[in-house]
Each structure stands twice: as structure tokens, then as C-alpha cells.
């Protein structure tokens, strides 16, 4: 048997202006949408893309914070003969990209040396001729008293304190080796040695 076909009837044309009207919301709504996720998308690239940068203020708390394994006085013993003798006349413990290093101003052959050293491993990281020598090196040729003595001076003037930095200065007329110390708490101490007695001539806590 044959099913009998289904009638249809004619499907009745829209007016031409409601075809276009529908059109033109249609493409509004996708250029909308289209706008918005290429919106979104170019918001979440920036936030991927914007890089984590360092702040040197931080670096250096962070530094304050740390304890070097190679001590202030083995590292002046390492970086003088990493090139061959000298006369140490400043030095800081520093972080530079992730590493904890102690960075040491050598005066030989009358050329300052630049010389970097891993505070972990004592292993020499990099050394080069700095070619404008600071007023440091000059001071040398009045300074009794040498770098690794000055440190232990320093560092016993505040009790339980370890070195974070020393450089050879003028203060109050006098040429002095300045140096930076820190407690178990936390404290920061500037110290001040003579440098032709070797006597502290000023200690107090750093503001």
C-alpha cells in the first residue's frame, strides 16, 4: 500500500526590509561577540606575557637576610689570589639572579679589580678590570690597617653580627673602613674603623 504524501503548502516570502533589518542585528551581534573574545584573549596574552621583574630593593633585603657559607675573611683570602695579590678595599655580600655572591674590589698591579665569588661554594664567578677606579683604591696608600682585620673589628663591635659590606672612606677627616653588620635579629649596624689604628670610632643602628 502507498502512504499517501504529505500536502505542504507555500511557505509565504518575508518583506524584503525585515530580511534586512534581521541581517543587519545578526551581524551586529556577531561582530559583538567577535570583539569581545579577541578582547578577552588579547587580556590574557598580556597577563601571561608581562614578566616578573626583580626589584633591587628587595634584592638587597634579601641579601641583608642571608648568611654567606664562605665568611668575609675567606672570601678576601680568595679574591686576592684570583689575581694573583692585592689589597682588598671594598666589599659587599650582593644577590644577582638567584645567586648569593660576594663582590670584591681588588687593588694589584695599580688596576681595580672586579672580582665575584659564589658565598656558598667560594667558587670564582667572574673577574674584570674596572676601568674608573673608585676613591678606595687611592685610600689604600694611607690605610694601616687591611680589609680582613677591619672586618673582624667591625663585626666584634656588635655582638653575634656577620659582615654585609665594608669599603674604605673618608669621614669626619679621617680615612675610615665603613662597614655594614647584622644581627641574629635582624638588626643593621654601621660600623666604623680607623684606618691607621683600628680603633671603632663610631658605631649605631642604621635608620
Same mark, same amino acid.
Given at each position: 500500500?502507498?502512504?499517501?504524501? @504529505? ?18 542585528i ?8 567577535? *570583539? ?11 597577563? !601571561? ?22 665568611g668575609?675573611? !675567606?672570601?678576601?683570602?680568595?679574591a ?16 644577582? +639572579?638567584?645567586?648569593?655572591? #660576594? ?21 670564582v ?6 676601568? *674608573?677606579?673608585?676613591?678606595?683604591? +687611592? ?6 690597617? @687591611?680589609?680582613?682585620?677591619?672586618? +673582624?673589628?667591625? *663585626?666584634?663591635?656588635?655582638? +653575634?653580627?656577620d ?6 672612606? @673618608? #669621614?669626619?677627616? @679621617?680615612?675610615v #673602613?665603613?662597614?655594614?653588620? *647584622? ?25
Amino acid at each position: 500500500m502507498m502512504r499517501p504524501k @504529505r500536502r505542504t503548502s507555500a511557505a509565504r516570502p518575508l518583506p524584503s526590509v525585515r530580511v534586512g533589518a534581521i541581517a543587519a542585528i545578526a551581524a551586529l551581534a556577531l561582530a559583538g561577540c567577535g *570583539t569581545a573574545a579577541s578582547g578577552e584573549g588579547h587580556a590574557a596574552v598580556s597577563e !601571561r606575557a608581562a614578566p616578573a621583574r626583580l626589584d633591587d630593593a628587595a634584592d638587597e633585603r634579601a641579601a641583608t637576610r642571608s648568611r654567606a657559607d664562605v665568611g668575609p675573611s !675567606r672570601a678576601i683570602t680568595l679574591a686576592t689570589a684570583a689575581v694573583d695579590g692585592g689589597r682588598v678595599f671594598d666589599m659587599e655580600l650582593d644577590r644577582e +639572579r638567584g645567586r648569593l655572591l #660576594w663582590d670584591v674590589d681588588v687593588a694589584s698591579s695599580g688596576k681595580d679589580y672586579d672580582v665575584k665569588l659564589n658565598a656558598r661554594s667560594g667558587k670564582v664567578v667572574r673577574v674584570k678590570v674596572d676601568r *674608573t677606579p673608585d676613591q678606595g683604591m +687611592r685610600l689604600l696608600k694611607v690605610a694601616k690597617v @687591611r680589609a680582613a682585620k677591619a672586618v +673582624r673589628t667591625a *663585626t666584634a663591635a656588635v655582638k +653575634r653580627a656577620d659582615l654585609q659590606a665594608i669599603e674604605l672612606d @673618608r #669621614w669626619r677627616g @679621617r680615612v675610615v #673602613w665603613e662597614a655594614e653588620v *647584622t644581627t641574629a635579629s635582624g638588626t643593621e649596624y654601621d660600623a666604623k674603623v680607623n684606618a691607621r689604628s683600628g680603633k671603632v670610632v663610631s658605631k649605631k643602628v642604621d635608620d
